[in-house]
């Protein structure tokens, strides 16, 4: 079975250029979740939807951050403009219903601003 | 934000020696998942605790929660090579909306030939 794909693997970008990060989670899962992990603050929870409705959004860092889920399959992280504090690795995960903590991640994206 | 502190931080140890590292908190949890994480990928679930005093296996692998649902351990028995990576814990509370996961920092294993 496929797990959490998520793309670009990898992306380098200038400062104040869009980023957007994409995420397909498994297939019948019901949560979807973003993190950021760095070395300084580790993983941290940015937003988390359900049936493709956001629940939590309250680790969104400011404005710059927008996250949608148009259907079951497909959710986009948005970063307008990028910063360099926004050089990290985001993970997406999902999980399925009534084990919404256990989570299985994407490999994740590897984000460098510069 | 309940908090998770993990200890130790760092661990070098030679293959064939046992360990333990800790996760411990100020705040209850719900449920308590320990995840192991190797470079270049992304967290891979081994366990969810739910129930105070519990206690789980996994081949070599034991994890207990603490019975005030506060605290929990990992313990491996003759670590392998294999072993190494990035071990996390993360728990759910009661006062958190829903399934957002807070992370400990976690405690990164070298396993040595």
């Known amino acids: 079975d496929a797990g959490v794909i998520q793309s670009p693997r990898h992306e380098v970008t200038e400062m104040g250029q869009e980023v957007t990060l994409r995420c397909k989670p498994i297939?019948?899962?019901?949560?979807l979740f973003w993190y950021r992990q760095t070395m300084m603050r580790g993983l941290e929870l940015l937003i988390y939807?359900?049936?493709?409705?956001?629940?939590?959004d309250s680790g969104m860092p400011e404005d710059r951050f927008s996250a949608k889920m148009p259907n079951a399959s497909f959710s986009t992280l948005k970063i307008q403009p990028s910063e360099p504090r926004d050089s990290a690795v985001y993970f997406c995960?999902?999980?399925?219903?009534?084990?919404?903590?256990?989570?299985?991640f994407g490999p994740g994206t590897r984000l460098t601003v510069t | 934000t309940q908090l998770l502190e993990q200890s130790p931080q760092f661990l070098s140890i030679q293959e064939g020696e046992n360990l333990t590292v800790y996760c411990n908190s100020s705040?209850?949890?719900?449920?308590l998942q320990w995840y192991r994480q190797e470079p270049g990928e992304g967290p891979v679930l081994l366990v969810t605790?739910?129930?105070?005093?519990e206690v789980k296996k996994l081949k070599r692998l034991t994890f207990q929660f603490g019975d005030a649902r506060k605290d929990s351990s990992l313990h491996i028995t003759a670590a392998q090579p294999g072993d190494t990576g990035l071990y996390l814990c993360?728990?759910?509370?009661?006062?958190?909306?829903?399934?957002?996961?807070?992370f400990g920092k976690g405690t990164s294993l070298l396993v040595t030939p």
């Open positions: 995960a999902s999980s399925p219903l009534g084990r919404g903590y256990e989570q299985y």
């Open positions: 605790v739910v129930t105070g005093g």
């Open positions: 939807f359900n049936n493709n409705v956001p629940i939590d």
């Open positions: 297939s019948g899962h019901d949560y």
């Open positions: 993360a728990g759910t509370s009661n006062s958190n909306s829903g399934y957002a996961l807070n």
């Open positions: 705040s209850v949890f719900s449920s």
